[in-house]
């Protein structure tokens, strides 16, 4: 990612990290403390907290691993993933850059790609799962691709 694409995307980041923030102030009216008690936070600014969730996304880590990285417990570390992952989300929405997830047909597709850009050629990456054998025989029929002869081996049919 470059500089300019992570000061852009950090914008939006910020901006939905204050609004949840002020959310979050404006729940505790009844706060019997002053702002501010309490242990530190791990992830003090928000390029910590953005660098947090683009490193588990870009790696996957364990919580156990994540958690030792950044200096804090593994409980902690879950519940940042989660609430930096749908800050993230959000933030990217603002920006316009979620892809679709579901295409329902040919020609939306290739309205989608239209609007993308300049696209020759769509490659696709596509593995074949094994399904259970269902008792129905055209419902059968329609899930077998015929590349293997897998329920004999699996099913024991």
Known sequence: MGWDLYVYLRKSFEQEWLLFHQSVTKADKDRKRIRGGGRKAKLPSIDD???FILHYFKSYPTMDVISTN???SRSSACGLVHLLARILQKSLANLEVIPLRQLTDKEELLDYLKQIGDIETLLIDATERAHRRVQDK????ALFSGKKKIYHEKYGH
């Not at 055209?138 to 029929?141: N, S």
């Open 49 to 51: 907290k953005l660098v």
């Open 70 to 72: 950044f200096g804090m």
């Open 138 to 141: 055209d419902k059968r029929r």
